[in-house]
């Protein structure tokens, strides 16, 4: 077996609620060191659940702009930038991978959304990483998004962190308001064991037809985009070539009683 040596980490990030981004606290000090444990990427591509439309984009603007894509929320939140800088040299290169079939669009319209400048600003609080998103096409299944990631292995020889953005549980509709830590859902605790177990075991399968997990992943993952961003870091793991590679899960826990995981996960 080989074992990948000068290859970028692909992480998997729970982001939670939009008030991490202007909050200190376990999840938000545990992104920041997760950072800090791997070598300085020289770009970004981020996979987010808050971009969930029909067919493949990527970002080529020169200077995205910051998406305040929430509503309800503190004044301080909607103040917050995240100037980084694009990448039309990354853009081009994802759209070489991905491409010809299916289309990819240069979108040039849309910027960094909070699942993607939430984390950053702590994990890069400086914003001086070129940062790339690309879309989670919203008519592919699992199994296809699962292997379309598969074409952007390359990227982390490259230098280029993919950093996956969503949560593996998260069921708004049961989000439980002021529920104790003790008194977690139970469907959402034995999903997000599920999930620890089945990364580094390798049962990709499980992880890609998680529809078929019975009730927990019905109420775990209700719809899936914030779920479909976990595959394109899982599809990371290079297994399959004969590759073993360390993964971790240097954040965890939940809010909302269980109803969001706060879950990360580091493949390399």
Not at 19 to 40: F, H, V, Y
Not at 114 to 132: C, F, K, N, Q
Request: glycine residues 10%; contains cysteine.
């Amino acid at each position: 077996m080989n074992t990948a040596s000068g290859t970028m980490p692909a992480v998997f990030v729970g982001h939670g609620s939009p008030m991490n981004a202007i909050e200190s606290n376990e999840w938000t000090r545990g992104w920041a060191e997760l950072a800090r444990s791997m070598p300085r990427p020289r770009a970004i591509l981020a996979v987010s659940a808050r971009w969930y439309v029909p067919g493949v984009r990527v970002t080529a603007g020169e200077r995205p702009r910051t998406i305040h894509d929430f509503g309800g929320f503190p004044p301080a939140l909607y103040q917050m930038r995240y100037p980084a800088p694009g990448s039309t040299e990354l853009c081009r290169r994802v759209t070489e991978l991905l491409g010809p079939e299916p289309a990819v669009a240069a979108d040039q319209r849309w910027g960094l959304d909070h699942g993607t400048w939430s984390l950053l600003v702590h994990m890069y609080p400086e914003a001086d990483i070129p940062v790339v998103q690309l879309s989670v096409d919203e008519n592919l299944t699992p199994r296809a998004h699962y292997d379309l990631a598969k074409r952007l292995r390359p990227l982390r020889d490259e230098g280029v962190l993919i950093l996956g953005s969503g949560n593996v549980v998260h069921n708004l509709h049961t989000y439980a308001w002021g529920l104790t830590r003790d008194e977690l859902f139970d469907w959402g605790v034995r999903f997000n064991q599920r999930i620890r177990e089945a990364v580094p075991a390798g049962r990709v399968d499980e992880l890609i037809d998680y529809e078929e997990c019975g009730q927990d992943g019905q109420l775990s993952v209700p719809t899936p985009e914030h779920y479909l961003p976990f595959l394109y870091v899982i599809a990371q793991c290079r297994h399959d070539e004969g590759v073993t590679e360390p993964v971790a899960f240097p954040v965890d826990g939940y809010d909302g009683g269980g109803s969001i995981s706060m879950l990360s996960v580091r493949i390399g």
